[in-house]
């Protein structure tokens, strides 16, 4: 199933860097954005995760938000988040570098995470910036205020606004720095996280696809594993590292 390359270089691969996208939950029963049951299917992006909605109508963003706010704490990582906290512990320099909201790799034990479009566990007023749990909203039905009166958002990265800096130039970072870059469960369509792969292609990564599906990167990786990543990534972490 897998390259005596890919073993070999990832066994000795001081830098490893792994890119995340919604397919690495999807076993976790998170819906992914695209695709048959996709979120974006069912409803519509600019409606939803965008500011100019949110002060629109902000009952009816919140209300999206707190619906998926509960879906995701109640459920748990998989064996795919499992098997990359495992694989941070073989590897001097390891990130991951996710555009999912799920705080599922923190769930799951790993330690190097860089979120590129947020955390829906976190929240903020978008006047004074003070900022919340969602144990201290989510029992609210209209859309929580802060004390001093401002709305209250998710802290997660909506349609037409900058990701987090820091985020992006540690996750940059990574990636050109990695000697075994990692895409995971992402269709590699929404930039500027989508150019992570290729960042790290140029600077001289072996880069992997792990994805159910061939995806707009997948000619240009050098190696793409078809399948779910729930299976994939533990049979991968049997493969190299049992005699290490
Ligand atoms: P998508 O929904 O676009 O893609 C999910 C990918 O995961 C698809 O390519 C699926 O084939 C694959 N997939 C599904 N189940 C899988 C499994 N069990 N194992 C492996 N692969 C599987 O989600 P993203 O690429 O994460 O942005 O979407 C990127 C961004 O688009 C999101 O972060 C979000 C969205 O708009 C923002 O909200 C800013």
Same mark, same amino acid.
């Given at each position: 199933?897998?390259?005596?390359?890919?073993?070999?270089?990832?066994?000795?691969?001081?830098?490893?860097?792994?890119?995340?996208?919604?397919?690495?939950?999807?076993?976790?029963?998170? !819906?992914? @954005?695209?695709?048959?049951?996709?979120?974006?299917?069912?409803?519509?992006?600019?409606?939803?995760?965008?500011?100019?909605? @949110?002060?629109?109508?902000?009952?009816? =963003?919140?209300?999206?938000?707190?619906?998926?706010?509960?879906?995701?704490?109640?459920?748990?990582?998989?064996?795919?988040?499992?098997?990359?906290?495992?694989?941070?512990?073989?590897?001097?320099? @390891?990130?991951?570098?996710?555009?999912?909201?799920?705080?599922?790799? $923190?769930?799951?034990?790993?330690?190097? =995470?860089?979120?590129?479009?947020?955390?829906?566990?976190?929240?903020?007023?978008?006047?004074? $910036?003070?900022?919340?749990?969602?144990?201290?909203?989510?029992?609210?039905?209209?859309?929580?205020?802060?004390?001093?009166?401002?709305?209250?958002?998710?802290?997660?990265?909506? @349609?037409?606004?900058?990701? !987090?800096?820091?985020?992006?130039?540690?996750?940059?970072?990574?990636?050109?720095?990695?000697?075994?870059?990692?895409?995971?469960?992402?269709?590699?369509?929404?930039?500027?996280?989508?150019?992570?792969?290729?960042?790290?292609?140029?600077?001289?990564?072996? =880069?992997?696809?792990?994805?159910?599906?061939?995806?707009?990167?997948?000619?240009?990786?050098?190696?793409?594993?078809?399948?779910?990543?729930?299976?994939?990534? !533990?049979?991968?972490?049997?493969?190299?590292?049992?005699?290490?």
């Amino acid at each position: 199933m897998f390259s005596d390359k890919l073993i070999s270089r990832l066994k000795d691969a001081k830098l490893v860097a792994v890119f995340t996208g919604a397919g690495i939950s999807a076993e976790s029963g998170v !819906p992914t @954005f695209r695709g048959e049951d996709g979120l974006w299917k069912k409803f519509r992006p600019e409606e939803l995760a965008n500011f100019d909605a @949110f002060i629109r109508n902000p009952d009816l =963003v919140w209300e999206w938000y707190r619906y998926r706010k509960k879906i995701i704490a109640d459920i748990k990582p998989n064996p795919g988040h499992y098997a990359l906290a495992e694989m941070e512990k073989r590897h001097e320099h @390891f990130a991951i570098i996710t555009q999912n909201i799920d705080n599922l790799h $923190r769930r799951a034990g790993s330690k190097t =995470v860089y979120e590129l479009h947020g955390n829906i566990e976190r929240n903020y007023c978008i006047d004074c $910036r003070k900022s919340y749990s969602n144990k201290e909203i989510i029992a609210q039905e209209k859309a929580p205020r802060c004390t001093c009166g401002g709305l209250i958002r998710p802290d997660v990265v909506w @349609f037409g606004e900058f990701l !987090p800096q820091d985020q992006w130039d540690a996750g940059e970072a990574a990636a050109e720095r990695a000697e075994v870059f990692f895409s995971v469960g992402t269709s590699a369509v929404v930039y500027p996280a989508a150019s992570l792969p290729m960042i790290a292609k140029r600077a001289g990564a072996y =880069v992997v696809e792990i994805n159910l599906e061939r995806t707009e990167l997948s000619h240009q990786a050098d190696e793409v594993l078809l399948g779910k990543s729930g299976e994939i990534l !533990p049979k991968l972490i049997n493969a190299c590292y049992q005699n290490k």
